[in-house]
């Protein structure tokens, strides 16, 4: 018990406890109110001394007076003592975490410094983290800055929009700042005052109203992210192009090839060609002229397995034949020609 404070403490409130209600029993056997006894224990064993709440005129109560004082004060006497090195433990390993903890940022070079430790701060600091990115969070909850702790990030509390706590965070040695708060107004004010303290640092920012983008851009940030547009495209992409992700998951050359495409401003999508679809039944070359460069086709894989790698420009799109396309510009506008419906045919002479 004596090699931790906490056990000490712990174990010394019990010997207390059992001295004050056997003390008080004894009191209570010779014939006191319970109220009387418990009174009498409480100003014996603080040694308060304000006098004795009924004559003590037998050798039992002496006794038990003088059992109560030395058993009581000595347990008063570690009580105190244990309160005393608690309460300097947990100084000392406040002090230490925060020096251990400003060593380590001040350590940091070209690091990343993630600004809020919310849902998309927590899914970042955990991407860095497995990827080896030394990585800064600051967040001014003091909770949050505990959760992020817990895992084992470098955490500093703070406001980030306060320029002495993007100074102490690093801003001048980090080479990325990123800007992640659902507040608009504070991730401008952040960008604002990152770019003035540090003009070379690339700055990603998140906004959530469109309108944000122009003035985070204005601020100084290198990257805006529209969460909200990327999730509501995201959606528009898996119904466009719904068997995109099936291939893409099954084959790790095209996963490679999509991401090698993406360096280039190309993307690789895969299309289903709808019976009804307005592309069905058109050529390939068409196609791709209807398109206006948005696209070309690369491969079709025919329903019956089939299939054409490179088609000509006269290869017909059947029904439900799986189309591979190297997408340029607007990926939704390429699906959607695929997705609307094909057009009456207009008869007559008009």
């Not at 709440?53 to 037998?58: A, D, E, K, S, Y």
């Not at 955990?126 to 895992?151: D, I, T």
């Not at 898996?238 to 495409?261: C, F, G, H, W």
């Amino acid at each position: 018990m004596l090699g931790s404070p906490q056990r000490l403490l712990a174990g010394t409130l019990v010997y207390v406890l059992v001295v004050f209600l056997a003390a008080t029993v004894g009191y209570i056997a010779a014939g006191w109110p319970p109220g009387d006894a418990a009174y009498m224990v409480l100003l014996t064993i603080f040694s308060v001394g304000y006098g004795e709440v009924r004559p003590l005129n037998t050798d039992y109560l002496r006794l038990l007076t003088a059992v109560t004082i030395v058993l009581g004060c000595t347990g008063m006497i570690i009580l105190t003592g244990a309160l005393v090195q608690v309460f300097t433990l947990f100084q000392f390993r406040r002090l230490l975490g925060t020096d251990r903890m400003m060593n380590d940022i001040e350590k940091l070079e070209d690091h990343v410094i993630v600004c809020g430790y919310g849902r998309i701060g927590v899914q970042l600091a955990k991407a860095l983290h497995e990827a080896r990115r030394g990585f800064l969070v600051l967040e001014r909850s003091a909770e949050k800055a505990a959760e992020a702790r817990a895992h084992g990030f470098l955490c500093l509390v703070g406001e980030a929009t306060d320029e002495d706590v993007l100074k102490l965070a690093g801003v001048m040695r980090a080479s990325v700042l990123a800007t992640v708060l659902p507040d608009d107004a504070a991730n401008v004010f952040i960008t604002l005052s990152a770019r003035n303290l540090n003009p070379s640092i690339e700055i990603i920012a998140r906004g959530e109203a469109p309108t944000t983008e122009s003035k985070l851009f204005h601020a100084g940030a290198t990257e805006v992210v529209l969460p909200t547009h990327i999730g509501a495209e995201r959606i528009v992409e898996l119904i466009l192009y719904p068997a995109t992700s099936n291939v893409m998951t099954d084959s790790a050359q095209m996963s490679e090839m999509k991401r090698s495409l993406h360096d280039f401003g190309l993307d690789l999508e895969v299309v289903e060609a709808r019976p009804d679809g307005a592309l069905t039944g058109e050529s390939v070359g068409d196609a791709e002229r209807r398109s206006n460069g948005g696209f070309f086709i690369v491969q079709i894989d025919r329903a019956n397995g089939q299939s054409i790698a490179h088609p000509g420009e006269d290869v017909r799109i059947e029904p439900n034949d799986t189309v591979l396309l190297v997408v340029r510009g607007s990926r939704l506008a390429a699906g959607a020609l695929f997705s609307e419906p094909a057009r009456p045919m207009r008869m007559g002479r008009a």
